[in-house]
Structures are given as C-alpha cells and as structure tokens.
C-alpha cells in the first residue's frame, strides 16, 4: 500500500482559498486513482474530488464544483487539493485517498491518510 500524509489545512475567513496536500510514500501513485473525501463535524465522510490515474478525467462533487480544483503531480508523487471561496460549510477534516479504480465511493478506495483540517470562518 501507498502512505499517504496530507497538509496544508488550516483558519481561513469565507471567501479566502486553501491549498492542500497529500504527499504519498512507498509506491508511486502513478498506478493509483486518487480521491478527496471531507467529514464535517458530527456527519459522514463524503466525497469531494476523483482524480484519474492519468490525470485526465475528473470528478466532483455538486458542492464544491467551480470552486474546487484536483490535480495530481506524478514527479513530486503528491496530489492537491486547491480550494477557492471557500464557505463556511467547506469546514471538516479532508482526507485523501488512493485506490485501484477512479470512483466517488469510499469504499473503492484503499490507503488513507491521517485528515488535514480545514476551518471556514463565517
């Protein structure tokens, strides 16, 4: 399995923008789709950005599109996560993952990292 550390989380007022993370170690995440999930206080993990092997497809979710943007950097073996506008629903713990098939579901997803939290301001 790959290892995956994310960073880059942090305080921002609504409006501002964030740019996580997620640098992977032990494999290259050449041979891994890639996803963005986030979990709100007291709700569900959900997700929030696929991104393809080859980085040429993308996917996300209905409330962040337009103001989310996924992409991965196979050199630096690191994917990101940037966030522009962010609301003050934008806040959780974001947490990437990796796994054999490009997908909005958890469970197709196989090596996690720790969460990076991510706080909105009103």
């Known amino acids: 399995q790959v290892q995956l550390v994310e960073s880059g989380g942090g305080l921002v007022q609504a409006g501002g923008s964030l740019r996580l993370s997620c640098a992977a170690s032990?494999?290259?995440?050449?041979?891994?789709?890639m996803g963005w999930f986030r979990q709100p206080p007291e709700k569900e993990r959900e997700f929030v950005a696929a991104?393809?092997?080859?980085?040429?497809?993308?996917n996300y979710a209905e409330s962040v599109k337009g103001r989310f943007t996924i992409s991965r950097d196979s050199a630096k073996n690191t994917l990101y996560l940037q966030m522009n506008s962010l609301k003050h629903e934008d806040t959780a713990v974001y947490y990437c993952a990796a796994g054999s098939y490009y997908s909005r579901e958890r469970d197709q997803y196989d090596s996690w990292g720790q969460g990076t939290q991510v706080t909105v301001s009103s």
């Open positions: 032990g494999r290259t995440i050449l041979r891994y789709a």
């Open positions: 991104i393809s092997w080859s980085g040429t497809n993308t």
